[in-house]
């Protein structure tokens, strides 16, 4: 390997570097200090030719790739690998006329809204102005304008793209339609974007700031929050953090070393309809700072005030789907003057809910809110971690364990499951994308969305793993045949079930609004020859219900690629949940009959479970 090293330098002078040797450090070097890469060698690129063949390179050595710019995005386990820096990649240019920006894949926003500024036009930012503009964008992009003109991702026209096999290719809906669709929502899953062109929009007003009111107050703060975007205009855009501050000079006097509610505000109009629509918000408590007023969009980060500095970060993220009393009580217990983290709640709706012009990848559009918890440098960091990790798990009565994209994050740093920030048809959809064209999943260094594996091939777990996401969590019974020997026989609880049984009941099922979403326990996987046992777990809803999660152990066998055999056990018992109630083959829902014999009338085998695991 060192001879290709070699090599690679040779055809980047200067660019190239290993670990300890000079520029390493700084090609690594990102804003979360937790998370700094190790890679096997970092490439300061500097032009579309060199991210060509620092990828060729990687493909060639098996090397996988990670991508950086800013490091606000860190992905855990980069410890070896290749990373491509592309932070000199900063170009940006605007056409007023076009109403349109061209930017590099290492700019961030900061010189877009510099730009933009003059001409009376904005990016669809975030809420940092020194974040990656392209990654952003990416994975969907959430900032202060989302409720008026949506996701980042849906104002970008085209995009420059060097994929898997080091080739660069211009994307578009016409060129290629569904790898356009997966690159704007799906993150970096499917190549390197070295430029993306993207809509701007109009801003003749902006209105906004933070209103930071006394912490004591967080139930009053809460409850207003709440009625104010019950009905908020898609011009007016609401968060509220909670945060201790520490007390140093940096911070605002009036704030120092205070326990604070920090309302983030931003609203595309006139000052004095905003001040209307927050005035439920004014009425909790006076403030201890206002710096809501007129501004420059150039100004746009002052609103949320994010931190700029490097700093170790550990932060989470989850969806909340609508208002609730009793999830918002959790918030409540959670927040104090010695939380060691801050939790924000943001307001989404509006024009983040609908459809855009060009469809695309970005999940979750329905939802209300979006919770973000980060820890802050001091004393306590270490048991955020905890705290975070607890908070996540008392909401996932409301959660499902759900995320936006950008926002899927473990606190205790930990790779995060692709499938928490997509419904089961987008996350298939998405990996049948990716094994078109990163079919050895080079590009694995995100929130990674992993390719299919070979039909037959692969091991008994990759075969088992792409049976649950393409049939179950796709809910598509047309694949029994795909991964189930004719010969089939399943037993669950001691229940058994032949092949007939098993498609019939999953044809039925499937034709249902039940949704299903499969975890895994990684530690537990065990192959022996044909043999496989593993533990899983399935979250099944109906809309509208409680969701039950369900703990499956089992042991399978395989026979020439197909399942052939399997025994599971599961906790609690499949039939005995509400959400699994039998249907008719019509999708119309029958009650479970106590007498089997009514099971046999209705097509089912003595005391077949309404679904299984397998």
């Known amino acids: 390997m060192s001879d290709g090293f070699a090599a ?5 002078a200067g660019r190239v570097h290993r670990p300890d040797t000079p520029g390493f450090d700084a090609a690594c070097a990102g804003f979360d200090l937790a998370a700094i890469p190790t890679p096997d060698v970092a490439v300061s690129v ?46 940006v240019s605007v056409d007023s006329s076009g109403g349109m920006a061209t930017i590099g894949a290492g700019a961030t926003w900061a010189p877009v809204l510099a730009a933009c500024a003059p001409l009376g036009l904005a990016p669809p930012c975030g809420s940092a102005p020194d974040v990656g503009a392209v990654a952003y964008t990416l994975g969907g992009g959430l900032g202060p304008f989302g409720r008026s003109h949506g996701w980042a991702a849906d104002r970008v026209r085209r995009l420059r793209l060097v994929t898997a096999t080091g080739s660069l290719r211009e994307v578009t809906a016409e060129s290629d339609p569904e790898l356009f669709w997966a690159c704007r ?21 902006l209105y906004g700031g933070g209103l930071f009111l006394p912490g004591e107050a967080a139930p009053e703060l809460l409850a207003a929050f ?8 898609d011009e007016l855009t609401l968060s509220v953090a909670f945060v201790t501050f520490p007390d140093v000079e940096p911070v605002p006097p009036a704030v120092r ?25 004014r009425a909790v408590a006076t403030p201890l700072l206002d710096t809501v007023r007129p501004l420059t969009v150039t100004e746009i980060g002052t609103i949320h005030a994010d931190p700029v500095l490097p700093q170790p970060v550990a932060c989470g993220g989850a969806i909340l ?44 559009r329905d939802v209300h809110y979006n919770l973000f918890t980060s820890a802050y440098p001091g004393p306590a960091f270490a048991d955020a971690v905890g705290l975070q990790t607890a908070l996540y798990e008392q909401l996932l009565p409301w959660t499902g364990g759900r995320a936006l994209y950008n926002f899927a994050a473990s606190p205790g740093g930990r790779p995060v499951d692709a499938r928490t920030a997509f419904d089961e048809p987008t996350y298939s959809r998405l990996r049948g994308v990716k094994t078109a064209w990163d079919p050895d999943n080079l590009f694995r260094f995100c929130i990674d969305i992993p390719p299919f594996a070979p039909s037959g091939g692969g091991s008994l777990r990759e075969r088992m793993q792409e049976m649950f996401t393409r049939m179950v969590e796709a809910k598509d019974a047309s694949l029994v045949d795909t991964y189930y020997d004719p010969e089939f026989v399943l037993t669950t609880n001691g229940q058994t079930q032949d092949l007939a049984a098993f498609r019939a009941g999953h044809e039925r099922v499937y034709a249902t609004p039940i949704t299903y979403r499969v975890e895994y326990d990684d530690d537990s996987w065990v192959e022996s020859g044909p043999r496989l046992a593993a533990r899983v777990w399935i979250t099944t809803q109906r809309p509208g219900e409680e ?68």
């Open 8 to 12: 690679l330098d040779r055809a980047l």
């Open 46 to 91: 500097t032009s579309e030719s060199d991210v060509t063949a620092a990828v060729r390179f990687a493909a060639e050595h098996g090397l996988p790739v990670a991508v950086r710019a800013t490091g606000h995005g860190p992905i855990p386990g980069v410890d070896h690998g290749l990373l491509i820096d592309t932070r000199t990649l900063s170009s």
């Open 185 to 205: 929502g799906g993150g970096g899953n499917f190549g390197v974007v070295t430029e993306l062109e993207i809509d701007l929009v109009p801003v003749a007003g």
């Open 226 to 233: 709440g009625r104010c975007t019950a009905d908020a205009p």
């Open 257 to 281: 070393g205070r326990f604070v509610g920090h309302v983030r505000v931003a609203y595309l109009g006139a000052p004095t309809e905003a001040e209307d629509l927050i005035k439920p918000l």
């Open 321 to 364: 789907p609508r208002w609730d009393d009793a999830a918002i009580d959790v918030l409540l217990d959670e927040v104090s003057v010695s939380t060691p983290h801050m939790l924000e709640l943001r307001h989404l709706g509006g024009a983040l809910a609908r459809p855009p012009a060009v469809a695309n990848a970005v999940g979750h």
């Open 547 to 614: 969701a039950h999660r369900i703990e499956v152990v089992l042991v399978a066998e395989y026979r020439e690629g197909r399942l052939l055999r399997v025994h599971e056990l599961t906790w609690p018992d499949w039939s005995q949940l509400g959400a699994f109630e039998r249907y008719g083959g019509t999708g119309e829902k029958v009650a479970a009959s106590a007498d089997p014999r009514d099971d046999r009338a209705a097509g089912r085998m003595d005391g077949e479970p309404p679904t299984t695991a397998c």
